[in-house]
């Protein structure tokens, strides 16, 4: 099998796929208060179709999958899906992106069917604050869900992912670095990116990492970078001073990655998507329910990834939103 190559010559080996359109919450920089049209059943792919595509999309050299949604633990049985997706030779590495709230229920079935890594999506410590950016009173229950991770060490790291907004992250900084070394949570950073459905998003609210990075060291002294990571890495990875605990920084917007980006995104209705500003989409459903065989269905992956976008245009006049918000994407 041919390993997956864009024109670039950037290796795909990193699959993300969003099992459900659907999510517990309304976040202001996603989705509308009244939630969007969901997906009716029949459109979404079963967990067989889903493993069928992770299997042909090993094959051709992808080795991390990461779990998204909306929010995937709505979605029943997941850990039936995590363990028929950990059985895949070849697979390295298989994770879930998760607002938290079901994972005190979950944690434990997550850990057992093969799930080893996890990012939990946490943007304030303050109950107010967490209502005004969700719509939901649920800081409580995402907490609890971190908590529950710290049972199954065979889940590791524990990322955090908050997204990070001028005017509304500064304040809880330092908040989240104490976090960070209180707890085995690994604290990340995430750039607000236009990809909401309401079209709120202005670059003058971004709050850029090296902003962040600035608040911490004013505080702790200089961090140390942590190196050697992978080269797709997109986290700006650093260590407090005295060794205890970890930060990170995603900045797409003020450091783009695209050059190193090994990445493929799959829709929950089997849409494939090769750049998260993708104005096309490869319909890979048609194939699976049309009789289409592995190479069939392989075929199409390379060539979709053939004319996977060169980067993103965020910082470009040319920029144009892509039509679909992040709920329908997946992170
Ligand atoms: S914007 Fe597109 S090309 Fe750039 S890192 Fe994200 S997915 Fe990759």
Redesign the pocket.
């Known amino acids: 099998m041919t390993i997956l190559t864009d024109s670039y010559g950037r290796r795909i080996k990193n699959m993300r796929i969003s099992i459900t359109d659907k999510c517990n919450f309304r976040c202001v920089y996603c989705m509308p208060a009244e939630g969007l049209p969901w997906l009716p059943k029949s459109a979404i792919l079963t967990y067989e179709e889903i493993a069928r595509l992770a299997r042909v999309a090993v094959d051709l050299g992808v080795e991390q999958i990461r779990l998204t949604g909306g929010e995937p633990l709505v979605r029943r049985d997941v850990p039936e899906l995590v363990r028929l997706l950990h059985a895949i030779p070849g697979l390295r590495s298989l994770s879930l992106t998760t607002n938290g709230t079901r994972l005190p229920q979950l944690a434990g079935p997550l850990a057992e069917a093969g799930l080893t890594r996890i990012n939990v999506s946490l943007d304030t410590l303050i109950p107010h604050k967490f209502f005004q950016l969700t719509r939901r009173d649920a800081l409580a229950g995402v907490l609890a869900g971190l908590e529950a991770l710290e049972a199954y060490p065979q889940i590791h790291p524990i990322k955090v992912n908050a997204v990070a907004m001028k005017g509304f992250t500064e304040d809880e900084v330092l908040d989240f670095a104490a976090l960070a070394r209180r707890k085995p949570y690994v604290i990340r950073w995430i750039e607000f990116m236009p990809l909401d459905a309401d079209g709120i998003w202005r670059k003058e609210d971004i709050l850029t990492g090296a902003a962040i990075l600035a608040i911490i060291e004013a505080h702790y002294g200089p961090m140390v970078p942590v190196t050697g990571g992978d080269k797709s890495e997109?986290a700006r990875r650093y260590r407090f001073p005295d060794g205890v605990g970890e930060v990170g920084f995603i900045n797409?917007v003020s450091e783009?990655?695209?050059a190193s980006?090994d990445?493929i995104?799959l829709t929950a209705e089997g849409g494939l998507r090769?750049?998260?500003?993708?104005e096309e989409e490869t319909d890979l459903r048609a194939i699976l329910r049309g009789g289409g065989s592995d190479d069939d269905l392989a075929a199409a992956l390379h060539a979709a990834v053939q004319h996977?976008?060169?980067?993103?245009y965020i910082n470009d006049t040319r920029f144009k939103r892509t039509k679909r918000s992040m709920s329908m994407i997946g992170g």
Not at 274 to 278: A, P, R, V
């Open positions: 997109t797409p783009p990655f695209c980006c990445r995104r090769t750049c998260l500003f993708s996977k976008e060169l980067k993103h």
